[in-house]
């Protein structure tokens, strides 16, 4: 009777721990798609704002980029469906709620160097986006785990 007790409750931990890796993958899974839903919406939008619907390229690059303290929205593009180039999407957040439960998304759009990707305070012709996820049910050490999703894009590569 010990021995079979012994047996059933290894049996019960190692089906327990199991089903907590099966949901810790599910909810990672929809991490990754919200957050890749993110990029390649911002992806599909022009790189800078004065290159929106523009038919020529700027006169002077990257110097007529967007200033580096100024990415963002614009005035008038208050929601996400208003967004109509890259940056526009740097300080934005929002929580969206899925089958799998609430998920805190945040974003931050800033240039780097064309070498390392290091971030710079000035234009250049490479951007770089990064979305952080994080949900209440992913955990680690008692606080919520960020996965953080990042995408470089350059200029001359649209």
Not at 10 to 37: C, F, K, P, T, Y
Not at 95 to 123: C, E, K, R, W
């Amino acid at each position: 009777m010990i021995i079979f007790s012994m047996i059933l409750l290894s049996a019960n931990s190692m089906i327990h721990r199991n089903s907590m890796l099966q949901i810790d993958g599910e909810l990672e899974q929809e991490v990754i798609s919200l957050g890749q839903e993110i990029i390649e919406e911002a992806r599909s939008k022009s790189f800078d704002n004065v290159t929106v619907n523009s038919s020529a390229p700027p006169a002077i690059i990257p110097g007529g980029f967007t200033a580096a303290g100024s990415l963002g929205a614009d005035s008038g593009e208050g929601t996400r469906t208003a967004f109509d180039d890259f940056d526009d999407y740097d300080g934005w957040s929002t929580v969206m709620t899925t089958t799998h439960g609430d998920f805190d998304i945040s974003v931050d759009v800033f240039y780097v160097d064309g070498t390392n990707f290091q971030p710079l305070g000035a234009p250049s012709t490479f951007k770089k986006i990064e979305v952080t996820v994080t949900s209440a049910f992913l955990r680690e050490d008692d606080a919520p785990r960020q996965y953080v999703l990042e995408f470089i894009r350059n200029y001359y590569a649209d």
